[in-house]
């Protein structure tokens, strides 16, 4: 009797467990999609509008895209020559310029500005930093050099500056995101 009384008991204790677990498994959903719902309503709104008019040839800005900086580079005739001069084959991440440009707008190179390597920002887009030796960027963390291209051509990064989603929304406005 006192046994049975003891499996009773645990029985209990069991089915307690797993409604208390079903409860609270439904507990975790709501806030989860509400979370979802709230993460997709910052994203959408996080895109950023930049103003390119002021951008000559040769000069690059950096920007702010979902709190990581953003390089926007109007390219010269002879930068896009030099990424267009580049063999593909021999490269570390084979991309083309015009494969990480817009059609018609392959001056306009725009980048995270975010070291594929371990994530430094590297130097090349403010006013009198060193390119490097490819005249793209350079990362001073561990020294790689990106081409005219962004892409990755010396040091131990392992692809090309990642091109982010962006459209024109004007000959003048650019919309990343
Ligand atoms: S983080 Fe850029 S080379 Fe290491």
Avoid at 49 to 66: H, T
Avoid at 104 to 117: A, D, Q, R
Wanted: aromatic share 6%; hydrophobic share 40%; charged share 25%.
């Amino acid at each position: 009797m006192a046994e049975t009384e003891g499996v009773r008991r645990r029985d209990f204790i069991n089915i307690a467990a797993v409604s208390a677990a079903g409860v609270a498994g439904v507990g975790i959903v709501i806030p989860l999609i509400s979370q979802m719902s709230a993460s997709a309503d910052v994203l959408a709104a996080s895109s950023t509008e930049i103003d390119i008019s002021a951008i000559q040839p040769g000069q690059a800005i950096k920007a702010i895209f979902r709190k990581q900086p953003v390089f926007v580079r109007n390219l010269t005739p002879k930068e896009i020559e030099e990424a267009d001069a580049v063999d593909t084959a021999s490269l570390r991440d084979p991309q083309t310029l015009a494969e990480r440009t817009k059609e018609g707008k392959e001056n306009w190179l725009i980048t995270m500005g975010v070291c594929t390597h371990l994530g430094c920002v590297p130097l090349g887009a403010g006013e009198g930093e060193i390119k490097g030796e490819f005249g793209g960027y350079f990362c001073p963390c561990h020294g790689s050099s990106y081409d005219t291209a962004a892409r990755i051509r010396k040091g131990p990064a392992p692809k090309n500056l990642e091109v982010p989603e962006y459209e024109f929304t004007s000959d003048t406005v650019v919309q990343i995101g």
